[in-house]
T-cell receptor
Framework: GQQVMQIPQYQHVQEGEDFTTYCNSSTTLSNIQWYKQRPGGHPVFLIQLVKSGEVKKQKRLTFQFGEAKKNSSLHITATQTTDVGTYFCIPRGVNDMRFGAGTRLTVKP | DGGITQSPKYLFRKEGQNVTLSCEQNLNHDAMYWYRQDPGQGLRLIYYSQIVNDFQKGDIAEGYSVSREKKESFPLTVTSAQKNPTAFYLC????????????FGPGTRLTVL
């Protein structure tokens, strides 16, 4: 399957600060999916990006797919304690089922 | 979530015993997966099945076995050969031959004493 590097591995922010996690690939991706796993919970699908340069928003979350479709980012504006968890980015194909380590976000109230 | 159930939520077993974790889905998905997650780590693929009566090893299959006799069910057996079985086990499914999302069950936290 396709491999992406996600950075940072960990991020600790003060509540109200912004947060960004990045996914980078050496090859062009057909699409990318983002998942969130709360502590003690299971991964939940957030969004899928398919088009070059695509930008999608979900309230305080902004997802971007690079023009070359080799990178993607998730930006959270004004983090809240409910944003705590691990965020995974995964390129998806028929046989792609591996998850990386993700970015673990902690938020200090 | 999404019609996948795993039971039980917490499971305790003595060392040396085999234990079977259940996973059932009513989403009519072709593909099912088992992942293992250790504290603070990502998900590692144990086994997956793309169709009934067929399954493939993932990255850490040693010490585990699965069966896929029905489309809805994909039980995982943790055998005594698994050196460090204590972990959080997640089952997932998705429609095959597409880029559909994966739906996860709530997970089973296995502790071997």
């Amino acid at each position: 399957g396709q491999q992406v590097m996600q950075i940072p591995q960990y991020q600790h922010v003060q509540e109200g600060e912004d947060f960004t996690t990045y996914c980078n690939s050496s090859t062009t991706l057909s699409n990318i999916q983002w998942y969130k796993q709360r502590p003690g919970g299971h991964p939940v699908f957030l969004i899928q990006l398919v088009k070059s340069g695509e930008v999608k928003k979900q309230k305080r979350l902004t997802f971007q797919f690079g023009e070359a479709k080799k990178n993607s980012s998730l930006h959270i504006t004004a983090t809240q304690t409910t944003d705590v968890g691990t965020y995974f980015c995964i390129p998806r194909g028929v046989n792609d089922m591996r998850f990386g380590a993700g970015t673990r976000l902690t938020v200090k109230p | 979530d999404g019609g996948i159930t795993q039971s039980p939520k917490y499971l305790f077993r003595k060392e040396g015993q085999n234990v079977t974790l259940s996973c059932e889905q009513n989403l009519n998905h072709d593909a099912m997966y088992w992942y293992r997650q250790d504290p603070g780590q990502g998900l590692r693929l144990i086994y997956y099945s793309q169709i009934v009566n067929d399954f493939q090893k993932g990255d850490i299959a040693e010490g585990y076995s699965v069966s896929r006799e029905k489309k809805e069910s994909f039980p995982l057996t943790v055998t005594s050969a698994q050196k460090n079985p204590t972990a959080f086990y997640l089952c997932a499914s998705r429609q095959e031959v597409s880029t559909d999302t994966q739906y996860f069950g709530p997970g089973t936290r296995l502790t071997v004493l």
